[in-house]
């Protein structure tokens, strides 16, 4: 039993834990967004190490460290995106009467470069975990980008 319970635990820790971690962050001053920022960052690179570390690990621990890989990158993607740096050229409000086609271009404009350093992220991913044995962190922000994806197809319709 404990076999599936302490895995499902440590998804629902490490996805909450982070997710509180981003919110917390996001709702502090906006002066320290760039140190956040430049921390999600030194983060990210880390990540990008550890997944090139653990790419032959097939062990239960290997892909205990690749979800949590995982979900950082993801995270990083959402710290650049609530933060600012990586959002789009639209940063104004539609007006009030904005509906239909035209609000779905002003949120393609204001996400466009967000959902383009995804695809960036995704790639590099991708390169990192080509015929690795252990391709566990790259499916996860996958998932994780198609359930954000099918979040705003259900906004939208």
Known sequence: MSRFVLPILFA??????STGVIVFLDGLR?????????GATALFVIVLYGLWMIRGDTSVTGAYYAFAFGVAAWGWQ?????????TGMRRV???PDCGGWRHFGHGIQAVLYHELGILASAGVLVALSWGAANQLGLWIFLILWGMRQSAKLNLFL
């Open 93 to 95: 409000a539609c007006a």
């Open 78 to 86: 959402e710290v650049c995106f609530l933060m600012g740096p990586m």
């Open 30 to 38: 906006r002066s320290t967004f760039r140190w956040t920022v430049l």
């Open 12 to 17: 629902l820790f490490v996805w909450w834990f």
